[in-house]
């Protein structure tokens, strides 16, 4: 549908532009209270009073048109560039009326792009609460354009400030706010002149930003900068005469027409609860035990709705045995995609509420004190505060983690948290943990309260906390940093979380772990199912002869017939061919071929091992009964020692080997997509393969 | 005297800068000259500090408050 005019939607970060946005559009996505939640461009249809469409463009929250980070940059070219099909008719500019100051500084720079400019002066009733007085009239006046009082969050003043969309004008009336000229006079006269620009701000902004943005030729860029040098423009002196002059602007408008009472009430209630929050002593204490009340509510809330999906589909591949003809067919689509698909599908609790957790954490506000807390104690390792909420969220995925790691400006932190983010034990790796752990670490207590099982459990995590960290330090010795690291960040008032939005969350987040985790599995069942039923040549037959001879037909029970004849068949297939040609690579670290099997299909997504392991070990029915596999693998013997093939080495140079490999193809495909090379996802596949190995190596031979 | 020698609870005014880059993000962020920052807290570590200033909380480094002078 095209809209019949285009509206961007601009404003500081936690001004709630998102809960606008969602309001306006009625479309939802994720909103936080952490700065620069939302990344990626979103766009929504409005209807307006008069029956007209506007199409609401959701632009990332910035400070100033001056870019900090990767996100807040699309803010100036998104306005800027006349030729994109998505520039804006006009600009709805929300402003937070309890911290209009730093609010206004955005605004009067939007402003002097001179294209139609609304204000939306949200919040307005907790402005009111805190005893702030708003001349509105004068205020609209003095800015020449219009300003509607809203609060996005109780769905306030929107209607009006529909209205006002549709009686917007088509040419831009806003008030002059400094004089541009006098910042640059002849840069921005010669810019304006060779580049035909009616708009000095335009020009000026080009000085600063021609490197940057796309909609110049490289020759326009050239000559730019040619005339910079001529003109010896700074940019950053530029800059800070233009913010001065702007908040002198904005201090003689706010005197004239906004009265502010010396303290505000919002701030000390948010002010309590810091006290407490970020206690010296309390405050780091009080983040580990919400990390703890974290997990804890992960594993012990999801244990319940995980069974049941898992005897949802067990009954379901059940049914469909019984109903469908047996056949190669029902076997890929039953064994292969359902039993792949379960895999996915029990994890969506765990996913879920995971993501509950992080939102609600983003959305009071409390996320920002986390990072506020540990920065210097990222910084050692080459990391920084903002660098702790991927951490954390690596605990469910990394993929949505790296994108959010788009947050962090500086471009080595930023690639280091990247770097590291897939070392952190995701969901994906807890049930081979559960797994291997239950077939080699004996379920008894020690030291009265801690379960040996449980223990070699949170040792992995924190085992791969501390791989993360351990890397990272080595990764800032290595990389060298194109820019300074600074810190300067918001720390918003702590706000109570919006429900609708953590539902959302919980939603989006699980769907797009379900479409993105199941094409992978699914692709994976499906090619290991074939290379696993069929072989090359005529070996399958042969099997089937040998065991039609009444040596073995009769004195085994017909299940064991199956089972051996299956066995058979999958160790002369493609894919056992597969782990007998690894196998040589693998020997040192205690794998057999059925497990290298497993190994490769894991590159795809780490969930699979366990399917991988039940087909191997042609566990009959239900692929997700973690206790039959484990049976089956714990049962294994080598043919050659007549040991069992699970020791106690072998497990862990298993866990260690899970623990570092970068075995998530859609881990691999979002780091190329943030980082924009292949160098990236190659140099951390390599070195996380590398370490693997290594480690495998290191825990067999010291554990045999 | 420098932002970063001042403790929790104490007032000043910004005078100037001493490093140009960071002057303009802190101009950005409402750190103005004649603007007044009181000190509200110091992370657990000691370092980041936060700060009050236009209205609003700020959270920055030690070594960036350094470079930040008072009157």
């Known amino acids: 549908m095209k809209a019949d005019i285009r509206v961007a939607l601009v404003g500081n970060p936690n001004t709630g532009k998102s809960t606008l946005f969602n309001t306006l559009t009625g479309l939802n996505q994720k909103i936080g209270n952490f700065p620069g939640v939302t990344v990626d461009k979103k766009t929504g249809i409005c209807t307006l009073p ?123 009336l806003q008030e002059p706010s400094i004089d541009v000229e006098a910042i640059a006079p002849q840069l921005i006269a010669q810019i304006s002149e060779e580049l035909k620009l009616d708009n000095p701000y335009f020009a000026l902004q080009l000085a600063h930003q021609h490197e940057t943005v796309k909609f110049l030729t490289p020759q326009q860029s050239d000559r730019i900068e040619e005339l910079e040098k001529e003109f010896s423009f700074h940019s950053q002196k530029a800059q800070g005469a233009e913010t001065i002059a702007r908040y002198s602007f904005i201090n003689d408008l706010l005197y004239d027409t906004v009265k502010i009472p010396e303290t505000a009430k919002d701030e000390t209630v948010s002010n309590k609860i810091d006290k407490v929050l970020t206690h010296r002593v309390f405050g780091l204490f009080i983040f580990l035990g919400i990390l703890l009340f974290m997990f804890q509510s992960i594993f012990s809330w999801s244990a319940y709705p995980m069974e049941k999906i898992g005897d949802l589909f067990a009954w379901a591949q059940n049914f469909l045995h019984q109903v469908l003809p047996a056949g190669p067919l029902t076997g890929l689509v039953v064994d292969g995609v359902l039993g792949g698909l379960s895999g996915v599908m029990v994890f969506i609790p765990q996913i879920a509420i995971l993501f509950a957790f992080i939102s609600i954490l983003e959305d009071t506000g409390y996320m920002s004190r986390v990072t506020f807390m540990m920065d210097k104690l990222m910084r050692k390792v080459g990391l920084n505060g903002k660098s702790v909420v991927p951490l954390i969220g690596g605990f469910a995925c990394a993929v949505p983690s790296i994108m959010s790691t788009r947050t962090i400006e500086n471009w080595k932190d930023r690639m280091i948290t990247i770097m590291v983010t897939p070392l952190v034990t995701c969901s994906a790796r807890l049930p081979i943990y559960v797994l291997l752990i239950g077939l080699v670490v004996p379920n008894r207590n020690v030291w009265w309260v801690f379960n040996l099982q449980g223990l070699a459990l949170t040792g992995m995590y924190i085992f791969s906390l501390i ?133 490769i299909t894991s590159f795809a997504a780490r969930e699979v091992f366990v399917g991988t392991m039940a087909t191997i070990y042609s566990v009959d029915g239900n692929a997700e009964k973690i206790e039959s596999v484990q049976k089956k693998m714990g049962s294994a013997k080598n043919p050659e020692t007549g040991k069992p093939v699970f020791s106690l080495a072998v497990a862990f140079s298993l866990m260690m080997f899970y623990a570092f490999a970068m075995q998530c193809a859609s881990t691999v495909a979002v780091v190329y997509r943030e980082t924009k090379n292949w160098r990236w996802p190659a140099i951390q596949f390599a070195y996380m393969t590398i370490l693997a190995y290594a480690a495998s190596l290191l825990a067999y031979n010291l554990l045999k | 005297m420098t932002l970063s020698e001042l403790v929790p609870g104490e007032i000043g005014i910004v005078k100037e800068f001493t490093d140009l880059e960071m002057s303009v993000k802190l101009m950005e962020m409402g750190c103005l000259p004649g603007e007044s920052i009181t000190v509200s807290r110091v992370a657990p570590l000691g370092d980041p500090i936060a700060i009050n200033v236009s209205g609003y909380q700020l959270s920055l480094r030690k070594f960036e408050a350094s470079t930040i002078i008072l009157q």
């Open chain 1, 467 to 599: 791989s993360a960290v351990v890397v990272a330090f080595a990764f800032k010795l290595i990389l060298q940093g194109r820019e300074r690291g600074y810190f300067i960040m918001e720390l918003p008032v702590y706000r109570m979380p919006r429900w609708n939005n953590v539902a959302y969350s919980m939603y989006d987040r699980s769907k797009a772990f379900v479409l993105q985790a199941g094409k992978v599995i699914i692709a994976v069942s499906v090619i290991l199912w074939v290379l696993a039923s069929y072989g090359p040549g005529d070996r399958f037959a042969k099997i089937e002869q040998k065991y039609k001879q009444p040596q073995y037909a009769q004195k085994l029970k017909p299940d064991d017939l199956t089972r051996a004849i299956n066995s058979e068949k999958l160790e002369n297939s493609y894919a056992g061919a597969l782990g007998h040609f690894i196998e040589p690579a693998i020997r040192p670290l205690g794998f057999d071929w059925k497990i290298g099997i497993a190994l």
């Open chain 1, 50 to 172: 008069d029956g007209r469409t506007a199409e609401i463009i959701d632009l990332p929250g910035t400070y100033s048109l001056y870019p900090k980070s990767q996100d807040e940059s699309i803010v100036f070219s998104v306005l800027a560039d006349k030729a994109n099909a998505h520039t804006p008719d006009l600009v709805v500019v929300i402003i937070d009326a309890t911290n209009l100051k730093r609010n206004l500084l955005l605004y009067s720079q939007v402003a002097d792009l001179k294209i139609p400019v609304i204000v939306a002066l949200n919040m307005i009733d907790l402005s009111k609460k805190a005893g702030i007085t708003i001349d509105i009239d004068l205020f609209a006046k003095k800015l020449g354009v219009p300003v509607i009082p809203i609060s996005a969050r109780k769905v306030e003043g929107i209607d009006k400030l529909k209205a006002a969309i549709g009686f917007a004008n088509k040419i831009a």
